[in-house]
């Protein structure tokens, strides 16, 4: 079964968040400070994804056209507004903030990464589902300990994780006859650099050192694909 990884991927998730709604009212201080140890956490795994990259242009370019087709098109108002729905439809008006952010922050986590990308083609073109089996449970304890901090919006982010991910093992079983093994690979490298950026820029939004507007740089891992092709064109 195709999708299989991925349905465990938004199982583990469910389950962490619901686990985690029964720490939320542990104290403030507590919560600070666990949320300052994902951040850094965050930091480390986005730094070492980043670091993966061959060819810094390519994620430079990427970046850059990422970053403006998402202000023009506004992914960032648009991700909130989705979050901010999502939260009238269960809380009070007061609380639809913490819901959306709950589920952006928690959505960015668990979409953006090797992980995501290369599980979800491992399960498509080789029906492979260790990796994401892995990443789900990953994500499963990521999920609790933002519960506790965040709130229950972080359980929502499970919608685009299985949309993501179920696309790209859907898409895989088809990708090898229109994409050569080696500009699968060499183009899953670069992705893994653009992506493991934006990982750092959730950390460092988490530890409230910057205020970066991640989703509006979300374009940058499809932009990514058109930047290596004309690369490996030139």
Known sequence: MVLYGTLVN????????LLGLFFTKIPERYKETVMH???LAVLLIGLQMAFTTEIIVVVLLS???GAIIGEFIHVEEGLNRLGAWIGSKFTTKNENF?????????SLIFVIGAMSVIGALDSGIRGDHEILITKGIIDGFVALVLTTTLGFGVVFS????????????????Q???WLPESFLNGFIVELTGVGGLLIVAIGLNLLKIT???I?????SLATVIIIYYLYQLI
């Open 10 to 17: 938004g199982v583990c998730i469910i389950a962490g968040s």
């Open 37 to 39: 140890g994902i951040g």
């Open 63 to 65: 970046l850059l056209t």
């Open 98 to 106: 913490s819901v959306a952010q709950g589920f952006v922050t928690a």
């Open 158 to 173: 499970v919608v685009p994780v299985i949309l993501y991910q179920g696309s790209i093992a859907l898409l895989a079983t």
């Open 175 to 177: 990708i090898t006859k």
């Open 211 to 213: 205020k970066i507007r």
């Open 215 to 219: 989703g509006n740089l979300l374009p």
